[in-house]
């Protein structure tokens, strides 16, 4: 959910002027958090603006109206990629003015003076750039589809012109947080169950497998469902879950596929006992140093529906390891 607040604040500069003498009906709760979420961010705006000195220095009113034209997609009266390098020389000129006359001892620096159409000019295309980036980062984060889009933008445009809150923001940010915090769990019960749904098939052949496999002879099967066949049987002591072991691994898929083998590179590995898969982590503490071991590891103690995104493990697949605990090393 942090992560979700930080995208909408980052979009703080990020305006549109759609409609502003309108006032939309506020009925449900994303009614209430869309406004208020624009509320907030007006806040900031105008908080950001007057602490650099904006607020002086630009033209709001053009700001907002390329704002407004930007987000509604209104045909542009300057296009914010073309012209960036003149908001990039405006702004440069501007700190220079600024570092000259903060070292100025004689008072006759009159400060940074363009005239009044570049000034105009510039706002108008800041505000542009800056209502393109926002419909843009709403759509990246899957906003679009979920605020009220006119209730932000009404909400944005009352406190980032000075105009009072038709909901108190300060009283209500529980409501925006809780908003999110209820969103991303919906997200997640989605994705999870598009991924139970597309790798059904992965997680049911592994169940099959060890279903299958708990038979064979020299197989012991522990509570948690972990499978084990001891090849070498070593005789030194068991690492806890706060050592450090070096060992020699060699993984498979259950059809023989080889993801990763420390015995392939032709070099064994070191980790903490208790920062590798469940499997694995419970594994390793039954197993004498010395001793060389085969794993079978159920999809829930191993990666589970969370393999590493591009990797050859698929979500909910059972894996396979032989593995030689050479020491532990602290």
């Known amino acids: 959910m942090k992560n979700l607040l930080l995208l909408i604040m980052a979009t703080v500069t990020m305006v549109s002027c759609q409609s502003l003498n309108s006032t939309h009906p506020i009925k449900t709760q994303v009614d209430s958090v869309s406004y208020l979420m624009g509320a907030s961010d007006g806040d900031r705006l105008i908080t950001s603006f007057e602490k650099e000195k904006l607020d002086t220095l630009l033209n709001l009113d053009l700001y907002f109206k390329g704002l407004s034209d930007a987000s509604t997609e209104a045909e542009l009266k300057y296009d914010p990629e073309t012209e960036s390098s003149k908001v990039e020389a405006f702004f440069q000129e501007y700190q220079v003015s600024k570092m000259a006359e903060s070292t100025d001892t004689t008072g006759l620096l009159s400060g940074f003076t363009p005239d009044v159409a570049r000034v105009d000019s510039i706002s108008y295309i800041m505000g542009a750039s800056d209502g393109q980036g926002m419909i843009k980062g709403f759509a990246d984060a899957g906003l679009d589809t979920t605020i009220v889009f006119e209730l932000y933008l009404e909400g944005l445009f009352a406190t980032g012109k000075g105009e009072e809150s038709r909901i108190p923001v300060e009283e209500n940010m529980q409501m925006i947080k809780d908003f999110f915090q209820k969103l991303q769990e919906s997200r997640k019960i989605a994705e999870e169950s598009k991924i139970n749904e597309q790798f059904a098939q992965v997680k049911t052949a592994g169940e099959e497998f060890l279903a299958q496999n708990k038979g064979v002879d020299g197989i012991v099967e522990t509570a948690s ?32 596929t080889v993801f990763d083998s420390s015995v392939d590179r032709g070099e064994p590995t070191s980790f903490p006992v208790g920062r590798v898969i469940a499997g694995w982590t419970e594994a390793l503490q039954l197993m004498p140093v010395g001793s060389k071991w085969k794993l079978y590891i159920p999809q829930d103690i191993a990666y589970g529906a969370n393999p590493r995104a591009g990797g050859p493990i698929e979500p909910f697949a059972a894996l396979i390891f032989e593995v030689e605990l050479l020491s532990i090393e602290k």
């Open 225 to 256: 469902g972990l499978q084990y066949e001891v090849m070498v049987e070593g005789k030194g002591p068991k690492p806890t879950i706060n050592n450090t072991v070096k060992v020699h691994y060699h993984g498979t898929l259950i059809d023989g």
